[in-house]
């Protein structure tokens, strides 16, 4: 019997794909879906310029510069939730105004990615293609709503 290398490359890739999930779960599924929106904004932005005659090295690296801010802010809420489990588990003592432990990192995830999907509509303009103004209006809504969920649990308004 011959080997199949498509049958094998199937299955490593159903073997990868579940262990990503077991391990991760939804949750990793999220952070994926927003690294590969911030790469998918990266190289459309990057075609809008080179398109438009606008692309510049300075402004290449800017762009980089602000994807590495988004990182450090996902990280920033993944380590806020986890240091908020700890003390609503460990120090009863402490009580803390929160309807729900573990929501920091989806909504900054989920809003950094509908911020990322703005922004690849407006690259995909600045490339000649129209945009539906209610695409442009769910995506802002979208945002609005997750806004509106952060405040629900902060007490406030947040700013925007």
Partial sequence: MEFDWMLAVKAGLAAALGAFSAFWGWLGWLVAAWVVLMALDYATGTAAAMKNGEWASHTAREGIWHK?????????????????????????MVEIALPEIGLLLPLVLVWYAITELGSIAENAQRMGAPIPAWLVKLMANGKDAVDAAGDKLTGGDSEK
């Fill in 68 to 92: 590495m801010g988004e990182v450090v802010v996902v990280i920033i809420a993944a380590f806020a939730d986890g240091l908020l489990s700890i003390i609503m588990e460990q120090l009863p």
